[in-house]
């Protein structure tokens, strides 16, 4: 039996997860599209607010339910403790929906500000279902552009106005929590390249190479892999002597500004991070390993040819 998806879509309000997830469902098919904002009324109906006050305010107010407000030494720490705790209420019954839309063999797309990586956990449905999880983004302008236009469109305005700057904090937030938890976080400032990347990390291939060469040609492998508009998810390094290789997983956000400003500070002979490359370089003789991904199992053969033909594959 084919795996259904599990596609999940968070942001705070204003970034455009809604059009995002809308057009993900309609690519793939999917005839079930949530927003999370449905199930935590749900769950208000069960919850009353005098055992729930911050569920019982919005993600950006829920702040203002925290009773010992002066321990919290900044701003942000203070709206994230309001927002966690708002959204902690309504992930339980997300995660309930999702085992029943598994259990039906039924794929989904739920999108929703409640979606916070490291709290909802997706580990538990990965044996099970295709799991994708996203969180998007946005320039603060681009941000506060949308942010008004939504507020204009679902009339909306006046108060909701005035907490933009605690929906940027939650977009900070959610941004952070993404990078710590592995999760993609992607930069909708152009919604068809938004839905491209989507889709290539839903439909991508996979494969861990061996590669065997000097740092200065570092530049030229990624160049090979980005070309096929493949990406690099890890970089592991083979030392003998050592029990376990040396893992580090790469930034999941943009591959390419990554690539561009790690390969421009190893070019600089007396940076800390050249130094700490060459070391390891040194330590492993050259050899490390990758996890490529590609758009499709054709260009994923391609990058691998091409690696090979520029002798950047390790020889046994």
């Not at 993600?59 to 002066?70: Q, V």
């Amino acid at each position: 039996m084919t795996k259904p998806y599990v596609i999940l879509i968070g942001s705070a309000s204003g970034i455009g997860k809604s059009t995002i997830a809308s057009e993900i469902s309609k690519k793939l098919n999917i005839k079930y599209l949530l927003e999370s904002d449905f199930i935590r009324e749900v769950v208000r109906e069960v919850i009353g607010s005098e055992f729930a006050p911050a569920l019982h305010k919005s993600s950006f107010n829920a702040y203002t339910t925290i009773r010992n407000k002066e321990k919290f030494d900044t701003e942000y720490k203070l709206v994230a403790e309001g927002f966690e705790d708002h959204s902690a209420y309504v992930i339980p019954a997300i995660e309930k929906v999702i085992k029943r839309s598994i259990k039906d063999n039924d794929s989904i797309v739920i999108e929703g500000v409640h979606l916070i990586p490291g709290l909802i956990n997706i580990n538990q449905f990965t044996e099970d279902a295709n799991v994708y999880f996203f969180i998007l983004t946005a320039e603060l302008e681009e941000h506060k552009e949308r942010f008004l236009e939504r507020a204009m469109k679902i009339k909306r305005g006046g108060k909701h106005l005035d907490y933009f700057k605690e929906n940027r904090i939650i977009n900070d937030y959610l941004t952070i929590k993404a990078k710590e938890n592995n999760i993609p976080y992607i930069n909708n400032s152009n919604k068809e390249e938004t839905i491209t990347k989507i889709m290539q990390r839903i439909n991508e291939c996979c494969k861990e190479i061996i590669l065997q060469h000097t740092i200065d040609q570092m530049e030229q492998e990624y160049e090979i892999v980005r070309k096929h508009n493949g990406r690099i998810q890890d970089i592991i390094y083979h030392i003998p002597d050592f029990k376990e290789p040396l893992k580090r997983d790469i930034d999941n956000y943009d591959e390419t500004e990554y690539s561009k400003k790690f390969i421009n500070k190893i070019k600089q002979d007396k940076s800390q991070e050249r130094k700490v490359l060459e070391t390891l370089y040194e330590m492993s003789n050259n050899k490390h390993s990758h996890h490529i991904c590609a758009p499709d199992k054709e260009k994923l053969e391609k990058i691998i040819q091409e690696l090979k033909e520029n002798n950047l594959l390790y020889k046994e």
